[in-house]
T-cell receptor
Framework: LAKTTQPISMDSYEGQEVNITCSHN???????ITWYQQFPSQGPRFIIQ???TKVTNEVASLFIPADRKSSTLSLPRVSLSDTAVYYC?????????FGKGNQVVVIP | NAGVTQTPKFQVLKTGQSMTLQCAQD?????MSWYRQDPGMGLRLIHY???????DQGEVPNGYNVSRSTTEDFPLRLLSAAPSQTSVYFC????????????FGNGTRLTVT
C-alpha cells in the first residue's frame, strides 16, 4: 500500500504563506494526491486534489513535481481559523493512506 | 442536504456491552467507510463498502461488524465492547470512484469503561 509521510507540527504567523510537504514514495501511476483539513471535534474536510503539476482553488494550491514522489500544499495568507491538522493522501484507494497528519498552528 | 449524519455524538459503554453506531448519508454515494481516530494515530480504516450488499475489512476490523442493506445507511456494530475501543469514530462516503474525495461525518466519541 502506498503510504504517505508528513512532518508532525509547524507554527506560522497570521498573514504568512504556509507550505506543507508530503512524501509519496510508493505512489502508483494512477493515484491521485488529495489533501484534507481537520478541526478539533470535526471530521476531515476535503481541500484539494491533483494528479500532476499545479492545481489551485479558492482555498489552497497544490504543487506536484514531475516524479510525483512528493506534493506541497500551499495556504496563502493564513488566518487563525486555518489552525488545524492537514492530511495528505496519495494512494489509489485513498482510504488506507491516512498518516498522522501535520498540525499547523497559526499565531496572531 | 444533511450530508453524512452520525449518531449518537457521544456514548459511554461498560466492558462487554454491545451497541451500534449509525451512519446515514443523503448524497447517493456508493462508497462508505468507517474510521477510528485515536490520539497521535491519525485515522485508521475499520470497514468499508463499495455498494449495497458489499462490505470488506480495513486495517483494524477486529471487534467490529458492518452491513450495508441500503445505499443510505452503513451501521457499525460493537458486539462486546472493550476499553481498547475507546476512540472517536468517523463515517465517510465517496461518490463512486476510489479517488473521489471523502466526505466525513462529525464523529461519535465512544468511551468504554
Amino acid at each position: 500500500l502506498a503510504k504517505t509521510t508528513q512532518p508532525i507540527s509547524m507554527d506560522s504567523y497570521e498573514g504568512q504563506e504556509v507550505n506543507i510537504t508530503c512524501s509519496h514514495n510508493n505512489i502508483a501511476t494512477n493515484d491521485y494526491i488529495t489533501w484534507y483539513q481537520q478541526f478539533p471535534s470535526q471530521g476531515p474536510r476535503f481541500i484539494i486534489q491533483g494528479y500532476k503539476t499545479k492545481v489551485t482553488n479558492e482555498v489552497a494550491s497544490l504543487f506536484i513535481p514531475a516524479d510525483r514522489k512528493s506534493s506541497t500544499l500551499s495556504l496563502p495568507r493564513v488566518s487563525l481559523s486555518d489552525t488545524a491538522v492537514y492530511y495528505c493522501l496519495g494512494d489509489g484507494s485513498n482510504r488506507l493512506a491516512f498518516g498522522k497528519g501535520n498540525q499547523v498552528v497559526v499565531i496572531p | 442536504n444533511a450530508g453524512v449524519t452520525q449518531t449518537p455524538k457521544f456514548q459511554v459503554l461498560k466492558t462487554g456491552q454491545s451497541m451500534t453506531l449509525q451512519c446515514a448519508q443523503d448524497m447517493n454515494h456508493e462508497y462508505m467507510s468507517w474510521y477510528r481516530q485515536d490520539p497521535g494515530m491519525g485515522l485508521r480504516l475499520i470497514h468499508y463498502s463499495v455498494g449495497a450488499g458489499i462490505t470488506d475489512q480495513g486495517e483494524v476490523p477486529n471487534g467490529y461488524n458492518v452491513s450495508r442493506s441500503t445505499t443510505e445507511d452503513f451501521p457499525l456494530r460493537l458486539l462486546s465492547a472493550a476499553p481498547s475501543q475507546t476512540s472517536v469514530y468517523f463515517c465517510a462516503t465517496q461518490r463512486d470512484r476510489e479517488d473521489s474525495p471523502l466526505h466525513f461525518g462529525n464523529g461519535t466519541r465512544l468511551t468504554v469503561t
